[in-house]
T-cell receptor
Framework: DAGVIQSPRHEVTEMGQEVTLRCKPISGHNSLFWYRQTMMRGLELLIYFNNNVPIDDSGMPEDRFSAKMPNASFSTLKIQPSEPRDSAVYFC?????????FGPGTRLTVL | EDQVTQSPEALRLQEGESSSLNCSYTVSGLRGLFWYRQDPGKGPEFLFTLYSAGEEKEKERLKATLTKKESFLHITAPKPEDSATYLCAVLIGGSQGNLIFGKGTKLSVKP
């Protein structure tokens, strides 16, 4: 079974550039979550979708962050413009019930 | 404020030396408590979900238990391959999908 797929796995960019992270959830799952993980703050929820509709985006740090889910099999997290403090590992997770299954993550480095 | 605290932060065991990891929580309206395992450079791997006090779940050398204020992850006769960071997360009553994660316990098992 294919799990949650994320791309790219690693991204290095310069401050001010636009970054787009991609996620393909597990087929049949109806909830999708974007998390950010740092050493200081651990895992934090950024936004989640239910049936492709954004439900809670209170964790999105600021207007530079945006997320979309145009269909049940694809979601993007965009940062524009990126800043060095955005450097972190970004995880996507999907769920059918309450248990969430995580992808391998995208390690983002903003220079 | 909803809070999840894991202890200890790090634990070193000899192979075969059983021990327990603790996850204490202060939340309103617990809907579920989740245990994940995270290996370096990978996404969290789902282990267990516990829904009510008194519930127990087992998987190989791992056993998770839940009380009204905390959960324990018991590791019996651990092996070096059990080395990882173990994360605890809670889903609270007012949220449809917002998992609140603890900072994790980094377990090292020496042969």
């Amino acid at each position: 079974d294919a799990g949650v797929i994320q791309s790219p796995r690693h991204e290095v960019t310069e401050m001010g550039q636009e970054v787009t992270l991609r996620c393909k959830p597990i087929s049949g799952h109806n909830s999708l979550f974007w998390y950010r993980q740092t050493m200081m703050r651990g895992l934090e929820l950024l936004i989640y979708f239910n049936n492709n509709v954004p439900i809670d985006d209170s964790g999105m740090p600021e207007d530079r962050f945006s997320a979309k889910m145009p269909n049940a099999s694809f979601s993007t997290l965009k940062i524009q413009p990126s800043e060095p403090r955005d450097s972190a590992v970004y995880f996507c997770a999907s769920a059918l019930g309450l248990s969430q299954f995580f992808g391998p993550g995208t390690r983002l480095t903003v220079l | 404020e909803d809070q999840v605290t894991q202890s200890p932060e790090a634990l070193r065991l000899q192979e075969g030396e059983s021990s327990s990891l603790n996850c204490s929580y202060t939340v309103s309206g617990l809907r579920g408590l989740f245990w994940y395992r995270q290996d370096p450079g990978k996404g969290p791997e789902f282990l267990f979900t516990l829904y009510s006090a008194g519930e127990e779940k087992e998987k190989e050398r791992l056993k998770a238990t839940l009380t009204k204020k905390e959960s324990f992850l018991h590791i019996t006769a651990p092996k070096p391959e059990d080395s990882a960071t173990y994360l605890c997360a809670v889903l609270i009553g007012g949220s449809q999908g917002n998992l609140i994660f603890g900072k994790g316990t980094k377990l090292s098992v020496k042969p």
